[in-house]
């Protein structure tokens, strides 16, 4: 002892500062060297005890737990039913665990055990082709995966990383090449009134770019029946996309904890591609889904979804990289619906832009079934190339004044004025409907010659166009230019202006074609 004090060191102090049992199982188990066996091993010749705790209260999709005391943060507990649970707080005397289940699959007063483990998300070219859940397992029926790495959940608030160029994503769907275009590294919104159609719009242009060696795609559906999962993955197998694609299911019983983290999955493995220089395209179905669960954690729950990602947080996931860092890219479509949270204002704030779909034309079965009144309300996309902004600033002003005509027309008609009977008021409201079916056509033909064709449609030429020939509209002009201006039907470089005179040709050559086409008949 007085040794000791000669040296000037208590024997408090040395006590104090002695190993303790748990700070050493706690390095075994961080550390990603040790093996399992050898971890059992040392802790054999440690005699280091297992750590067991016990529920102490549970609210919601939460548990409260004591006894745990050198856990960590994101590390995995197991409680005695077999669930999983996460740890999402540490306070002095107990821990904060989301429960990866439905709620009441875990009770007051069970063992809860540690697995040293933290929630790792496999990521890779062996997720594809795979249907997995929020846990990173296989729920398929194909076996384990292959040929992945672990990348640990993301606690973090990711910083966002401003985008390098803007390289349009062509998907042949003229709401978006024309009025609302794609970029790699964007953020983009389809909010619609019914579940299906926001799936089956995002789904066509997972298909458009089938055909893009290094796309990549990550589905993730939140809340959806298990009928609405298989009728996903059987269209995915039918456009032949499935072996580049990942599917990650929280479906309507995987319980709030797991429907909110989904998101935060999705977006470590769409990073994956993203920073090995490939391109990415992910759907998150739906956000409206993913923000009950939100309110629902908010609301009756120990665990506040403030601990993990928000919502921006998300979105900052999503850029396209400069070439000094291999050029790969992310791009987000964020489906919701208009008349539920979170609010088509919210998602707003942090979308590049966004498509409304009809609930009127979704019910014709019309896809995109996007309507007139909400494309002449909008203002033009900052993405819009050179070639298409030329076109678009002509037509977005007929459309505009089209869609005023029509308004005014059914106001006067709801209120008993006879307007309607005047024929140019009948054209008008015909020519609303027509260029609405050409609108959300589908089209496989060059872009430029779409272009002209809605070009030469806003001289109303559709109003001598009988609504069956809608369909063959765009074939019929691309052939009168092939005949008449060749020239024009040659691959155009979107990223440069057209001069003025191409414009007073075609002026010339929708005459031509009203002629040929409209007055012969």
């Known amino acids: 002892m007085r040794r000791w004090r000669r040296l000037g060191v208590s024997v408090s102090a040395i006590w104090n500062n002695r190993p303790r049992h748990f700070n050493i199982f706690a390095n075994i188990n961080e550390n990603p060297d040790v093996t399992e066996e050898k971890r059992t091993k040392l802790k054999t010749q440690l005699d280091i005890p297992e750590r067991v705790g016990f ?16 856990v960590q943060k994101g590390e995995l507990l197991e409680f005695d039913q077999g669930i999983q649970g996460l740890v999402v707080d540490i306070r002095k005397n107990d821990v904060t665990a989301a429960i990866l289940g439905e709620e009441g699959s875990v009770g007051k007063g069970g063992e809860v055990s540690p697995t040293g483990k933290s929630l790792s998300i496999p990521v890779g070219s062996g997720v594809l082709g795979r249907v997995l859940d929020v846990t990173g397992k296989p729920i398929d029926g194909l076996g384990n995966l ?24 062509f998907t042949n769907i003229k709401v978006f090449d024309v009025f609302r275009p794609l970029v790699k590294g964007g ?14 719009l995002a789904l066509r242009v997972v298909e458009s770019q089938r055909a893009n060696e290094d796309m990549y795609f990550v589905y993730i ?3 959806k029946s298990r009928l609405a999962e298989e009728k996903i993955l059987a269209q995915l197998e039918e456009m032949e996309i499935m072996n580049k694609t990942t599917v990650v299911f929280a479906g309507d019983g995987a319980g709030a904890v797991l429907q909110y983290f989904a998101p935060v999955v999705g977006c470590l493995i769409s990073d994956f591609f993203r920073d090995n220089g490939m391109d990415a395209l992910v759907i998150f179905d739906d956000f409206a889904k993913h923000s009950q669960a939100q309110n629902y954690l908010n609301e009756s729950s120990m665990f506040r979804p403030s601990m993990v990602q928000t919502l921006a947080d998300i979105g900052n996931h999503f850029c396209a990289l ?10 987000a479509l964020m489906l919701g619906a208009r008349n539920e949270e979170p609010s088509v204002e919210e998602l707003n704030s942090f979308l590049d832009s966004s498509v409304y779909i009809d ?7 019309m896809v995109p079934g996007v309507a007139l009144r909400d494309i002449a309300k909008s203002t033009p ?7 298409v902004r030329e076109f678009f600033t002509r037509i977005f002003a007929v459309l505009r004044n089209t869609h005023s ?56 030429l559709l109003i001598g166009v009988e609504e069956n020939d809608i369909h063959s509209y765009e074939q019929s002009v691309a052939d009168f230019i092939e005949r008449r201006r060749p020239e024009l039907t040659r691959p155009w470089k979107p990223d440069r202006e057209i001069p003025g005179f191409i414009f007073d040709d075609l002026d010339l050559l929708a005459q031509e074609y009203f002629k040929e086409h409209v007055l012969s008949h």
């Open 146 to 169: 292959k040929d992945v790495m672990m990348r640990d959940f993301e606690w973090s608030k990711v910083q966002p990383y401003p985008s390098s160029s803007i390289e349009p994503i």
């Open 55 to 70: 529920v102490r209260d549970i609210k919601g999709c939460a548990a409260r737990v004591e006894g745990l005391d050198h």
């Open 381 to 387: 996309s900052p993405f819009q190339l050179p070639m």
């Open 359 to 365: 609930e009127k034309l979704a019910a014709k079965n």
């Open 405 to 460: 005509l029509a308004e005014r027309a059914k106001v006067a008609d709801s209120l008993g004025i006879d307007l309607i009977e005047e024929e140019s008021v009948e054209d008008e409201l015909e020519f609303v409907d027509k260029i609405q079916t050409l609108i959300n056509k589908r089209s496989d033909l060059p872009l430029q010659i779409q272009l002209i064709a809605l070009y030469f449609a806003s001289k109303s």
């Open 221 to 223: 559906g939140v809340g």
């Open 187 to 200: 953020k983009f919104g389809i909010f619609g009134f019914l579940d299906y159609p926001n799936t089956k």
């Open 322 to 331: 400069p070439p000094s860092m291999g050029a790969g890219s992310s791009t």
